[in-house]
């Protein structure tokens, strides 16, 4: 099946097809890295892992991640704390990394930081200069939007409009409001580069623009970030982009995911309503962290709650609940497939609720089957797919021996059951009707019947 992917540009789901056959490549927008990241930030990061694992498949990948370590935003950072810029950018970019891999996500094939490129940016800022598409004011250089006639075709914005609605104070060195910054000066005590329009630092959106052109080429296949960097981010790359480079085409395919909300209000750092990864891990498994992130579909958005991580918790203990006690021979775990459906789901503009439907159908098949041949069968073809999907990488004794605050594990309830009819044999009823409580606030429900005990967690 050919892979479909939705375009932001022509606002609609697509076939992909490469520049290059057999070969792709994508590029997205990374972390800045001034704080810990929080789980909006890792959407994009586990989004864009999954497709990477999915084009991996049929094609030979070239994925960038960048860094951005040169923000004002990290200058802020670093005068407010008293702390060296490199000191703050290690630290978060260790900790993102760290992060990141805690919830499954793949380290990229590069990973390059805007620091380690300036001398890209700054030859191509000339090259826009010197094709017309870029001016020098008072230290300072702007790429003039006017003279870029696709611009806004990605975001679907109209220029004139644009300046219509323009509000706010022109900057005198400015030709026109809408004329974005490539270089800027910078004062003594923040970081700068020597440049031919003197010492200062790269604007950000040059920054993706060299770094994609440096390691990926002119033209790359796919690029990727959170919706929210549509306009005015990814339509100021496509700009200078294709004006530094002769109009060749920047991207094949723009791809974007939803936002991340809390009680219907997007995450971010600015509101202040962030959950960082960095914490969450200390207490929640990570692929739990991950399932949840991939419950919605990436363009839908997704509101986080605390019931967002308890489904995706009894999910992932209805997939290890299946596997669990199955020993899958080598041999097994070798000829294992993914089963078609799931990778038809994920080919399709990445539908991972659909890819999870038929990961749990998998399940559902593995619980009725009794022959132990066709069950060691069934698992290692569970393990296939949680091979590309970031699931079932714990064995499944340890995850169920793993204590997730605040939520009983199915060991916990299963040995309280057992505390419970022992109370019972003993005729002591109120020892039996505690454990019984115990578990109801636990949010477990318990039935007695014919051949014994059942329990069900209750939302
Ligand atoms: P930043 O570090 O702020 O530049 O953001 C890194 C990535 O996270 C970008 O691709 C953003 O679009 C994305 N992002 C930020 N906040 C959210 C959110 N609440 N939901 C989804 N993606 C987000
Ligand atoms: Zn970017």
Redesign the pocket.
């Known amino acids: 099946m050919t892979i479909q992917v939705h375009d932001t540009r022509k606002g609609r789901k697509v076939p992909f097809e490469p520049l290059h056959d057999g070969e792709v490549t994508m590029y997205l927008?990374g972390?800045?890295v001034y704080n810990y990241a929080h789980i909006?930030?890792a959407?994009?990061a586990v989004v864009f892992d999954l497709l990477a694992r999915v084009l991996r498949r049929s094609y030979k990948l070239t994925f960038a991640r960048n860094i951005?370590d040169i923000d004002d935003k990290i200058n802020a950072a670093s005068i407010e704390t008293g702390k060296p810029i490199d000191e703050i950018t290690a630290k978060y970019i260790k900790a993102y990394n760290d992060d990141m891999a805690a919830i499954g996500v793949q380290r990229p094939d590069i990973e390059p930081r805007a620091t380690q490129h300036v001398a890209e940016m700054i030859s191509m800022i000339g090259e826009l200069i010197d094709k017309g598409f870029a001016y020098e004011a008072e230290g300072h250089v702007l790429f003039d939007v006017a003279s870029y006639k696709g611009y806004g075709e990605l975001s679907k914005r109209d220029l004139r409009e644009m300046i219509a609605g323009s509000r706010v104070e022109v900057a005198p060195y400015k030709r026109a409001a809408q004329d974005f910054v490539l270089w800027k000066p910078s004062t003594p005590e923040l970081p700068g580069w020597d440049s031919p329009w003197g010492r200062g630092r790269p604007g950000w959106h040059i920054e993706c623009s060299a770094m994609a052109a440096k390691h990926l080429g002119r033209t790359i296949d796919i690029h990727g970030?959170?919706?929210?960097?549509v306009f005015p981010h990814h339509e100021n790359e496509l700009a200078q982009s294709c004006c530094a480079h002769d109009g060749a085409d920047f991207a094949r395919y723009w791809m974007h995911?939803g936002?991340?909300?809390m009680d219907h209000e997007?995450?971010?750092k600015s509101l202040g309503n962030v959950v960082l990864v960095h914490e969450l891990i200390k207490t929640v498994p990570g692929e739990v962290i991950r399932l949840a992130l991939l419950s919605a579909h990436y363009r839908q958005p997704l509101d986080w709650s605390t019931e967002t991580l308890k489904s995706a918790k009894r999910q992932l203990d209805r997939l290890y609940g299946a596997i669990r006690g199955i020993d899958v021979s080598d041999e097994a775990r070798a000829n294992a497939e993914v089963p078609e459906a799931l990778v038809a789901a994920l080919e399709d503009d990445l539908n991972s609720p659909k890819a999870m439907s038929e990961f749990f159908g998998l399940a559902k098949t593995l619980n009725k089957t009794t022959d132990p041949k066709q069950r060691q069968q069934l698992a290692a073809a569970m393990l296939a797919a949680g091979d590309l999907m970031g699931f079932l990488q714990t064995d499944p004794e340890a995850w169920f021996a793993g204590h997730v605050e605040g939520e009983l594990s199915a060991d916990d309830i299963e040995a309280l059951i057992a505390k419970r009819d022992a109370a019972r044999a003993a005729r002591d009823f109120a020892a039996a009707d505690a454990v019984r409580d115990q578990l109801s606030e636990a949010g477990i429900q318990i039935e007695d019947g014919a051949s014994g005990t059942t329990w069900r967690r209750i939302d």
């Open positions: 927008c972390p800045t909006g930030n959407r994009p951005t970030g959170g919706l929210d960097l995911n936002f991340l909300s997007k995450m971010s």
